[in-house]
C-alpha cells in the first residue's frame, strides 16, 4: 500500500501561483511512477502531469504546458506541481497518484490516489 497526501491548494487570483505537494508513504517511492489529476465540479478526472520513477521525464496536458512544472524529490517521498501563471479554468480538485512502473495519462492505470486539494483561481 501506498499513502498519499496532498497539500498546498486554496483561493488564488488569476495570474498567481501556487506549488501542490504530495507525501507519500507505504513502499519505495522511487519504485512509482506519479501523476497529477485534477477534477473540476460536473467534469470527468482529467490528467495535468506525470513523472517518471526517476523524474527525468515528464509529460503534460497541452493547457498547462510552460504554466506548469511537475518534479519529486525521492528522498523526501514528495512530488510536486509548482502552477504559475493560474487561470480561472484551472479551477479544479487537484489528485495525485501513484502507479507502479511506467507513467500513463490514464486515470484507471494509476493504483494510489490521494484525498485531493481544492485549487480555485478568481477572476
Known amino acids: 500500500q501506498v499513502q498519499l497526501v496532498e497539500s498546498g491548494g486554496g483561493l488564488v487570483q488569476a495570474g498567481g501561483s501556487l506549488r501542490l505537494s504530495c507525501a507519500a508513504s507505504g513502499r519505495t517511492f522511487s519504485n512509482y511512477a506519479m501523476g497529477w489529476f485534477r477534477q473540476a465540479p460536473g467534469k470527468e478526472r482529467e490528467f495535468v502531469a506525470t513523472i517518471t520513477r526517476g523524474g527525468g521525464i515528464t509529460y503534460y496536458v497541452d493547457s498547462v504546458k510552460g504554466r506548469f512544472t511537475i518534479s519529486r524529490d525521492n528522498a523526501k517521498n514528495t512530488v510536486y506541481l509548482q502552477m504559475n501563471s493560474l487561470k480561472p479554468e484551472d479551477t479544479a480538485v487537484y489528485y495525485c497518484?501513484?502507479?507502479?512502473?511506467?507513467?500513463?495519462?490514464?486515470?484507471?492505470?494509476?493504483?494510489?490516489w490521494g484525498q485531493g486539494t481544492q485549487v480555485t483561481v478568481s477572476s
Open positions: 497518484a501513484a502507479r507502479g512502473m511506467l507513467t500513463s495519462k490514464n486515470p484507471p492505470d494509476y493504483d494510489y
